[in-house]
């Protein structure tokens, strides 16, 4: 399906060029007899999404928020591109909707660095490029319009700060406590900040020792191997912070098979990231103790920018989506019921 409508835009898109000849990129192409062609697609705009991957739950509740948010109904047309979480396919996707001449590219980036050269290659096309969940470091900002994500860096110290708290009220506060992380994807913003955050409330803890930090891409499954080893190396370890709550879902799994317990009433404290509907399941369960959110639910935040910049308005250039934290005090089947992912 995708490869038959990529042929079928190509050649839309090949049939406009040799029509403009030399006209640069202009999108609307004035025929020959001055009156301008009606785009291919209709009125509808065309908007490439530069997806990381499918690599956890909040990623496929951000994938469906994209998919129910630019219809066709809507007046879009979109164009998905899953890139496997590599950064290569993400820059080969973006070449692409560039060579289909689309309106506009939402990119959500496996990683901060390394995109200068394509988003230049954007710019000079005239095609705006949206930022959306994790962030790019570029020397020069304007080779994207806005960004629209969550505070990785303040999740961090959320979760910390509430760990300070927990423990406190276990009486455990000048206990000597021994954590070890399972991060994200290494470079990822979200690994980055989350991993900062943590860090900064850290060195108010002189009794707490992170043991070891190791990436875990994000993923279940991953997750689980790493909390193994991590098991097979330290005997003690009190905390395991996951970098996403699918990364928790293996390291609990993990600890189940050593033989060990977790959540409020075992021996590892468990807290992860995302807030997504299975992390209350497993706090709902007794094993995960906590989960600090990160609301996947972009489409419609895109959405609003690209009709603002359709009106010739201004956007924000930087947008923080607020978010909360859930733990087991809670009334976790009352939010559940609420919650969209
Ligand atoms: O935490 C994780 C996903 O970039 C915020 O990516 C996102 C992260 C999210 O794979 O589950």
Known sequence: ?????????????????????????????PAADGKETPAADGDLITVGYAQVGAESDWRTANTESFKTTFTEENGYKLIFDD???????QIKAIRSFVQQDVDYIVVAPVVETGWETVLEEAKEA????????????????????????????????TCANWLADYLDKQGRADEEINMVTIQGTIGASAQVG?????????????????????????????GQEVMESF??????????IC???????????????????????????VV????????????????????????????????????????????DKIQYVDEAFFDTSMDLESILKERLY
């Not at 038959?4 to 835009?9: I, R, T």
């Not at 098991?231 to 395991?240: M, Q």
Request: charge should be negative.
């Open 83 to 89: 890139a496997q979480q590599k950064q290569e396919n």
């Open 243 to 269: 970098e996403n709550d699918n990364e928790a879902f293996g390291a609990i799994d993990a600890i189940k098979a050593a033989g060990k317990t977790c959540g409020p009433e075992g021996d590892i404290i």
């Open 126 to 157: 005239g095609i705006p490029v949206i930022l959306s969940d994790r962030m790019m470091q570029v020397s020069d900002d304007s080779l994207y319009t806005a960004w629209v994500g969550g505070n990785f860096e303040k999740e961090g110290e």
């Open 272 to 315: 992860s990231f995302d807030s997504v509907k299975a992390a209350f399941e497993s706090m709902m369960a007794g094993d995960l103790n906590a989960t600090f959110e990160c609301n996947p639910l972009h489409g419609p935040r895109v959405e609003e920018i690209i009709q603002k910049l359709e009106a010739n308005e201004e956007v």
């Open 194 to 222: 989350r991993t900062q955050g943590v860090e900064n409330v850290l060195k108010d803890h002189p009794n707490w020792k992170m043991l070891d930090k190791q990436t875990g891409e994000f993923t279940q499954t991953k």
């Open 231 to 240: 098991l097979k190396s330290y005997d003690d370890i009190d905390v395991v």
């Open 1 to 29: 399906m995708k490869k038959k409508f990529l042929a079928a835009a190509m050649a839309v898109v090949m049939a406009a060029s040799l029509a403009a000849c030399g006209s640069g990129s202009s999108k609307e192409t």
